[in-house]
């Protein structure tokens, strides 16, 4: 279920309820879980149950591996319910930890700006690109929207063109250009009798709703299910029957570099490899009542993987190590066949 899905059209009460059902089936996945819950609770209008899962989250013994994320996502939701100042401390508190991961950064600058607190969501973004992009070759594709906020913002206050600016432009990909989906004076035409401009506004609306749609993205990707050399030994050792999905190791790692490539070819987006493991795979198939050795089991798994965020995206970023764990760059290993 999408998060961003309009209220009307699911029960987010429900969804929430289901999704922190599922978190204490699998511990090791709360995080995820969790976090998508409070997003459905976010969307159902009962902002103080979802803040409740936040504090949750950051009170369990178990180290969070997004803690700044919970804490963005805390304030964000705090703020939009009267709890501002709780809201600002926790921003600052942010800020000042200086996370290497982009999203934290996003939400409280976009938290700053939505309240009309342009200079300090600006200060926010500057500061994150400086952290995140400085002396970076090519700004990943998560680090995009700091560089897209920063240049909003900077538009809000009239501020002129910076080199940050200029590498907002060469990364954005839409037809419309920056600084015309930016521009604070545009004129809304929808209601103008000119035909070119209800055309133009028509344009633009469609770019914004694109990049809208990108940002958002769906949360369970095409996924495809990894078995690392070891996991697939053991697999096969206990479960000989699946030994016709998986002749050797290096058929199933070109078999999923295959099938992915197929999958792109064909305008499936948002792909993604999952990596599974015998013991996951085990309990997997007990809560299923079937046996492991049951191969229509396979894409079941790896469906359930992806939807507890176990997914991880592909093609692997420019420079990034290759999803099939060699320690080589994806250009280098599985990137370079044909």
């Known amino acids: 279920m999408r998060p961003d899905t309009p209220a009307e059209n699911v029960d987010h009460t429900a969804e929430a309820a289901r999704l922190e059902r599922t978190a204490g089936l699998y511990p090791e996945d709360t995080e995820a879980l969790l976090l998508r819950a409070a997003a ?10 979802a803040t409740k899962l936040y504090d949750r989250l950051l009170s369990s013994p178990e180290a969070l591996d997004h803690p700044h994320l919970v804490r963005a996502l805390k304030a964000s939701n705090l703020w939009e319910y009267g709890h501002e100042a709780e809201a600002r401390a926790i921003i600052d508190g942010v800020r000042t930890a200086a996370p290497r991961d982009p999203a934290p950064w996003v939400i409280v600058a976009e938290a700053l700006e939505s309240h009309d607190e342009l200079e300090a969501a600006h200060d926010t973004f500057t500061e994150a690109v400086r952290l995140l992009l400085t002396d970076v070759p090519k700004p990943p594709q998560p680090t995009h929207p700091l560089l897209f906020g920063r240049h909003r913002v900077r538009r809000m206050l009239g501020r002129s063109h910076d080199e940050w600016d200029a590498l907002a432009d060469t990364v954005h990909s839409l037809p419309v250009s920056l600084d015309e989906l930016h ?47 070891t996991e697939l030994t053991e697999l096969l050792e206990a479960y000989p029957t699946l030994a016709e ?23 499936t987006p948002n792909l993604g490899i999952v990596t599974g493991t015998v013991p996951s795979y085990e309990a997997f198939a007990a809560s299923e009542g079937s046996s492991p050795g049951d191969a229509t089991l396979l894409p079941q798994y790896a469906t359930t993987l992806a939807a507890r965020g176990r997914a991880t995206a592909w093609p692997p970023q420019n420079g990034s190590n290759c999803w099939c764990g060699s320690g080589r760059t994806y250009a280098q290993c599985h990137g370079s066949t044909a």
Do not use: C, M, Q
């Open 40 to 49: 459905h609770l976010e969307l159902a209008g009962d902002r103080p149950t």
């Open 183 to 229: 521009d604070p004076k545009r004129v809304w035409s929808l209601g103008s009798e000119n035909p070119a401009e209800l055309e133009a506004e028509i344009l633009r609306l469609r770019a914004e709703l694109g990049a809208y749609r990108e940002a958002l993205s769906r949360p369970f990707p095409v996924a495809i299910l990894h078995w690392p050399a």
């Open 245 to 267: 999905e998986y002749p050797s190791h290096e058929e199933h790692l070109t078999s999923i570099e295959r099938a992915l490539r197929e999958l792109a070819a064909s305008g």
